[in-house]
């Protein structure tokens, strides 16, 4: 099937606002996320997103139809990189377990090449896998694993300097 990343305008906004939505839901069996008073989750991230230059925005398309969300958070610059935290990073149900997200990673790593953070907490296993699995097949090597203070989250980072290679070979 046919992949295709687009940076986010503010056309898209009312369908990144719904992915979002889901995105969110998926984390709230991991993180206490309360909804406000008309049901939505995040507390006006998408503003956030949508009017802070430091944000870069994501959709990805299979067939023409969405798949999912990547939100990045450019953190600043060492050594000529941008620094860059994957802030939100969501495939839906449908697509999931048929490698999208591993290539949507990958291109994503390709478009914004820098030093790369991504939080994660602690109890959400399937992501720590997911994004140890990705780093190391793109890369060849495995992120560099932080923990927390308080231990409830797991940082990887990882350097992405040029076209990530993806190994087929893997799952």
């Known amino acids: 099937m046919p992949l295709r990343l687009v940076c986010a305008t503010d056309d898209d906004r009312a369908l990144f606002e719904r992915l979002l939505q889901l995105c969110l839901h998926d984390l709230s069996e991991y993180e ?8 939505y989750f995040g507390n006006g991230q998408v503003d956030q997103f ?6 870069e925005r994501v959709l990805a398309y299979m ?4 798949a999912g969300i990547i939100v990045l958070h450019k953190t600043g610059r060492a050594a000529d990189r941008d620094k860059w935290r994957v802030e939100h ?3 839906l149900r449908s697509y ?3 490698g999208i997200g591993d290539e949507m990673a990958r291109r994503v790593f390709d478009m914004y090449p820098g030093e790369y953070e991504v939080y994660l907490n602690i109890e959400n296993r399937p992501a720590i896998e997911f994004w140890r699995q990705v780093v190391r097949r793109s890369f060849g090597k495995p992120a560099r694993e932080l923990g ?8 990887l980072e990882f350097s992405s300097f040029g076209p990530a290679q993806l190994d087929s070979s893997a799952d």
């Not at 206490?32 to 008309?38: K, M, N, R």
């Open 32 to 39: 206490s996320a309360p909804v406000d008073h008309a049901g």
């Open 50 to 55: 949508w009017h802070e230059a430091r944000y």
């Open 63 to 66: 067939a023409g139809r969405p």
């Open 89 to 91: 990073f969501f495939v």
């Open 96 to 98: 999931r377990r048929l």
């Open 148 to 155: 927390t203070s308080d231990e409830s989250t797991v940082v």
